[in-house]
């Protein structure tokens, strides 16, 4: 995905979808096809309430704001995978890898 698809897609509640983990894109698939009043990401983060509610654990990635399932492969605690963290780290040292 690119810039493009983000661009397009403003009811994802993140200008960077296409770093999006493959369960938040399965969540938003799925709240965008029960969407009946144009609040897409409210029925999103609804649906992962009730994950969590579940006891499955969602985080919001402290890079590209996405959210994501931390018991996935490459998820910590503040990022959904290494490229975030990469990039996150980088951030915090004050390095701009050209990335979020």
């Not at 960077?16 to 493959?22: F, G, H, L, P, V």
């Not at 897409?40 to 969590?52: C, D, G, M, P, S």
């Amino acid at each position: 995905m690119s810039d493009e698809y983000d661009a397009e897609h403003p009811e994802t509640g993140s200008g960077n979808i296409s770093k999006a983990t493959d369960e938040w894109k399965q969540v938003l698939d799925q709240a965008r096809a029960n969407d009946l009043d144009g609040y897409t990401l409210h029925h999103a983060y609804a649906l992962i309430n009730e994950q969590v509610a579940e006891g499955i654990p969602w985080a919001k990635c402290a890079n590209c704001g996405s959210p994501y399932r931390m018991d996935q492969d490459g998820a910590g605690d503040t990022v959904c995978s290494s490229d975030c963290f990469d990039d996150y780290l980088s951030y915090l040292n004050g390095v701009h890898r050209g990335g979020v």
